[in-house]
């Protein structure tokens, strides 16, 4: 085990700057998600860590130690990819005991080991199999099994669950936090899938062009996203956003957003007049009677069963566009019903219309650093 630490780091091709002043620390046995749309960068911060690429600027510490001019075999550090990349003319058992050859460890030692990983990856039937022999969830594990036998540090998985089918993928979603954590390895665990990130990571590290966007836990990051960038990735179908402004209403502050007024949580009295976008999650938006605080007068244009929930989409009377996603069952109205919705003021996320970033609601006991000082 080792902690791991990116400093400043900035990564360039050409005159494309694909990682830009990253800085990111991992805690001895941390698994960490590393989650952002495709070409964010992910891949190349990997290849960084294994010592497969150098960056210009910044350093990369393992242990508080620059290793930036260590030799990539000598970090300890491991790595599986997205496309698996078996040696395809070796068996599984060869592509498993690869690294332990490389380290010169003898027969038996290369025997126990591999059987070992194997039997804990469930592909101990299999090890004698070539990789066009095996079942992709097969290659999956035999890459991973590959990847963990030297018992590396720091463990980069680099979307490892991209080419398995639905149900693997489900399957290794709810193992692989536990199996990882048996191995006590630091963890980088790459993905495109904001599900795959929050399940996996015990934080997550989103990045957006080249750059950290936000580094936090799986229900920071869900609802108290940093700006609207990161919001738009989490969720499905994804956060409802409006644009609006804050005032007063009758009994707090609301976001006028059209003819509609949205209460607000308590903290936003000092944001009165400000544009905004204001962004509430679609498990978030409930049925209403008419004339409750809030409600939205609205018509359910369709239906969609998605898992165990029915997603709605909803529009209201000035034509804007909003999803409810609720529990399957129970009283709902059906397509073509005409009803009220409410969001809850507590869910709601305002962020600031033209930097996008997210306005924290201030609570009134902080409003003074001498109340906080004397409380
Ligand atoms: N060796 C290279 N030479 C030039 N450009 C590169 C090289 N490797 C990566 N890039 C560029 O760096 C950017 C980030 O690539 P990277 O593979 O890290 O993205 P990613 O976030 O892993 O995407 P995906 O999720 O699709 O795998 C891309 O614009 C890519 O074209």
Redesign the pocket.
């Known amino acids: 085990m080792a902690s791991l630490a990116l400093d400043h780091v900035t990564k360039r ?2 005159r ?1 700057t ?1 990682l830009d002043d990253v800085s990111l620390s991992v805690a001895d046995g941390e698994i960490v998600s590393i989650f ?12 960084l860590i294994a010592g497969m ?1 150098e960056p210009e600027e910044g350093a990369i510490l393992v242990d508080g130690s620059d290793v930036i001019d260590v030799a990539p075999e000598q970090r300890s550090v491991g790595m599986a990819f ?1 496309n698996f990349a078996l040696f395809p003319h070796m068996s599984a058992f060869d592509n498993i005991a690869s690294p332990l050859v490389a380290r010169r460890l003898g027969r038996d030692g290369i025997e126990d080991g591999v059987q070992k990983i194997a039997r804990l990856l469930k592909i101990d039937h299999v090890l004698g199999h070539a990789p066009r022999a095996l079942s992709n969830g097969q290659k999956q594990r035999t890459a991973l099994a590959r990847a963990l036998v030297a018992a590396p540090k720091i463990l980069l998985l ?2 490892p669950l991209r080419n398995v089918d639905a149900k693997l993928r489900f399957e290794m979603r709810l193992e692989l936090p536990r199996l990882l954590e048996r191995f006590g390895s630091t963890v980088l665990y ?1 993905t ?1 899938d904001y599900r795959e990130a929050m399940a996996l990571g015990r934080r997550i590290a989103v ?1 957006v062009h ?1 750059r950290i966007a936000q580094f936090g836990t799986p229900d920071e990051i869900y609802d108290r996203p940093a700006n609207v960038e990161v919001a738009e990735l989490f969720g499905d179908p994804g956060i409802n956003l409006f644009e609006g402004h804050v005032e007063a209403g009758r009994s707090g502050m609301v976001a006028a957003v059209g003819g509609m007024r949205l209460p607000l949580a308590p903290g936003f009295e000092r944001i009165a007049g400000r544009s905004v976008t204001i962004g509430v999650r679609p498990e978030h938006v409930g049925f209403a009677a008419a004339g409750t605080e809030g409600a939205v007068a609205a018509r359910v244009a369709a239906l969609l069963p998605l898992n165990d929930r029915m997603v709605r989409l909803l529009v209201t009377e000035d034509g804007r566009e909003l999803y409810t996603s609720r529990e399957a069952g129970g009283a709902a109205m059906e397509e073509g019903a005409r009803g009220h919705v409410v969001a809850d003021p507590a869910a709601i996320v305002v962020f600031d219309r033209e930097t996008g970033r997210r306005i924290a609601p201030r609570s009134a006991g902080f409003a003074s650093p001498a109340l906080q000082e004397n409380p």
């Open positions: 091709y050409g494309e694909v952002g749309p495709s070409g964010a960068g992910k891949t190349v911060l990997l290849r690429a997205q680099d979307d790459v495109q990045l080249g």
